[in-house]
């Protein structure tokens, strides 16, 4: 653990279960109120994703519901990442790769053949580890896909809109025209979450998008995180247990199997409220692996 995240651990509550690990979170994460899976936006059955001959991670089913941010975890090499990839479509840009089973996005196949995977990434979309600004303004950046996508009326609201709700506006908002790899590492991911929030996507992937940042940019994105759920589906990989805790609302823990002939495959082993994954968790796997004494 970072010494900032153990500065923003919650006091325990009276009466609050013990956790394995110490794995603090803000209050109002603590608090919220979490709703049941009836209308999931995702659902995934069965979903197995390969890469050639690899099959690289195996019938997880796993159900992600609206404005709540869900985890994925586990140890290197477990298919977070490729689980991540799936629920976009971002995976059919791999050569090679290709997606067993269901994933389903408000009850329709994401995979049927009618499905413009190119709305589907505009509808759900993706900041990555390393934030990726083009060498463009700043303002050029957050309009990039609102021109993309033939949406250029009223777009420097969109634009401001976009950048106040990354929590950018106010440091940039008098140097829009400057070019955005000017800014730091901290200011380039919230740039990168406000250009995917500028084309009005329903769901937010994010591939480990603190791991290239200091603690304190981290703090930053994991707030705005949390401000961003009131509008948005969130899910995050993550390799930082803590952020995991700290964050979300329900957590997958992913592992690797090896099968007879040797090879790895990811495995979701279990997917719970996040306080249940990290207080009492149902599987030897799940508490060893939080608790550090594997993976
Ligand atoms: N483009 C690819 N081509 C071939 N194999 C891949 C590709 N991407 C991932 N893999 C393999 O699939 C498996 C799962 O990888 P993935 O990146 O999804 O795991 P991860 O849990 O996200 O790992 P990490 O935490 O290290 O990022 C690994 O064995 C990996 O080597």
């Not at 153990?6 to 325990?12: I, Q």
């Not at 009836?38 to 195996?58: K, N």
């Not at 996507?201 to 940019?217: F, H, K």
Request: net charge neutral; with cysteine.
């Amino acid at each position: 653990m970072t010494s900032t995240s153990a500065h923003r651990e919650a006091p325990a509550r009276p009466g609050a279960q013990e956790s394995p690990v110490s794995v603090g979170r803000p209050a109002a994460a603590r608090d919220r109120e979490i709703p049941d899976l009836v209308h999931p936006v995702f659902e995934t059955i069965s979903l197995s994703v390969s890469y050639g001959d690899y099959m690289a991670v195996r019938d997880v089913d796993l159900k992600i519901g609206e404005r709540q941010i869900t985890a994925l975890i586990g140890p290197s090499g477990c298919g977070k990442s490729t689980v991540l990839r799936a629920l976009n479509r971002m995976n059919d840009l791999i050569p090679g790769a290709h997606v067993h089973g269901r994933v389903s996005y408000h009850g329709q196949d994401l995979y049927a053949s009618h499905i413009d995977p190119i709305e589907v990434r505009r509808r759900i979309g993706m900041v990555f580890q390393k934030p990726n600004p083009f060498p463009k303004s700043i303002y050029d950046n957050v309009a990039y896909g609102p021109r993309v996508h033939g949406r250029t009326a009223g777009l420097d609201e969109t634009v401001e809109r976009a950048l106040t709700r990354a929590a950018l506006w106010d440091e940039v908002k008098d140097k829009l025209r400057q070019n955005a790899l000017s800014l730091s590492g901290g200011q380039q991911q919230r740039l990168c979450i406000a250009r995917t929030i500028a084309v009005y996507p329903e769901v937010i992937l994010m591939d480990e998008p603190c791991s290239a940042l200091d603690p304190i940019a981290t703090l930053r994105i994991e707030d705005l995180m949390h401000d961003l759920a009131r509008e948005f589906t969130i899910v995050i990989v993550t390799h930082n247990m803590q952020q995991a805790a700290r964050v979300s609302d329900r957590t997958a823990f992913f592992t690797a199997e090896v099968d007879e002939q040797g090879v790895r495959h990811g495995r979701l082993v279990e997917y719970d409220r996040t306080t249940t994954i990290f207080g009492k968790p149902t599987d030897k796997r799940t508490e060893d692996y939080i608790t550090g004494r594997f993976g």
